[in-house]
């Protein structure tokens, strides 16, 4: 039985509780997530927090320790999830799911299909999307890992969205009892193209379907398959390119000789303007950017198609 009733929202507007998951947060590249008690501590590298400090205070709050040392306390949120959970399988990260949902043209309300689960990335974010009154039913095939999932949307809030199912999608195909009634299917399987057939069962009128594959000839013959019932046939390959924003030295120089920034060099020539400023305020540093050492490159292949209308 579809929940259509369901009207439980995400939301953190509230204050910090005993028992509730948060994501300790450092900086940027160091976060832990972590169960609240109350007479439990957390230790890092500046030394030992108190969970009963954090009780009653909001989501965002900057708390101390003894020695004048702070973390911040941030709410699970999707995004943040992603970069912290349990890696049971590879996962799918923020370009591509954010990518997914939107070509999907998920909406609050819609009914969504999932097989894998995996470690559940994707599916929280699905489940926000559909919220509060769409559902997701997800399904893998190892009953483990599955459970696994189960337990991490009971922590991160979205269990009342999200149905988790035990099931070979590839070798059975989705339950007959969601035929005709799925808004979207995503399929991340190492052989969609034996999935296919059922999933364009389940998908409503003018459906969208998603396919996720590492390799191209994965999506070769997925797209065999696609063109018997599928039109709007497209692959993308996300890739994403992030920048370094900081303070820092720059060499300048007044005429067109080379200067550097970092280990980049580049031609920096001071106007009159910046000249001046330069001396009045010689030792405000300016902000740098440039592109990270470390950027992560390919992902996988998403492939999208519509279901046809057969009048």
Aim: include cysteine.
């Amino acid at each position: 039985m579809l929940p259509s009733e369901l009207t439980k929202k995400i939301t953190f507007s509230r204050g910090i509780r005993d028992g509730d998951l948060v994501i300790v947060y450092e900086r940027h590249d160091i976060m832990k997530a972590v169960k609240v008690c109350e007479s439990s501590v957390f230790q890092n590298r500046f030394g030992v927090f108190k969970h009963s400090d954090w009780i009653g205070k909001p989501f965002g709050s900057k708390v101390f320790n003894s020695k004048g040392r702070f973390v911040y306390l941030l709410a699970p949120t999707p995004e943040l999830w992603t970069l912290v959970l349990s890696h049971r399988t590879q996962i799918l990260y923020l370009a591509d799911i954010s990518f997914v949902i939107m070509y999907l043209e998920i909406v609050p309300g819609c009914v969504v299909l999932e097989s894998g689960t995996g470690s559940g990335s994707l599916t929280t974010s699905l489940a926000r999307a559909v919220a509060p009154t769409g559902h997701v039913y997800t399904f893998d095939f190892h009953e483990q890992r599955a459970e696994s999932a189960r337990e991490d949307f009971e922590r991160t809030g979205v269990s009342s969205l999200v149905t988790v199912g035990v099931r070979d999608i590839q070798g059975e195909g989705f339950p007959d009892q969601f035929s005709g009634l799925a808004d979207s299917v995503f399929l991340d399987l190492p052989q969609p193209w034996l999935a296919i057939p059922s999933a364009g069962k389940m998908l409503k009128q003018d459906g969208v379907l998603c396919s996720f594959s590492p390799c191209i000839e994965q999506v070769q013959r997925a797209c065999e398959t696609l063109r018997s019932n599928f039109t709007d046939i497209r692959t993308f390959e996300v890739l994403l390119r992030t920048y370094e924003v900081r303070e820092g030295k720059m060499d300048y120089c007044q005429d067109d000789d080379l200067a550097s920034v970092g280990n980049i060099p580049c031609k920096r020539k001071l106007s009159s303007n910046e000249g001046s400023n330069l001396q009045k305020n010689p030792s405000c540093p300016p902000i740098i950017a440039r592109p990270c050492g470390e950027a992560r490159g390919h992902t996988g292949y998403l492939t999208f198609a519509r279901l046809k209308c057969f009048q």
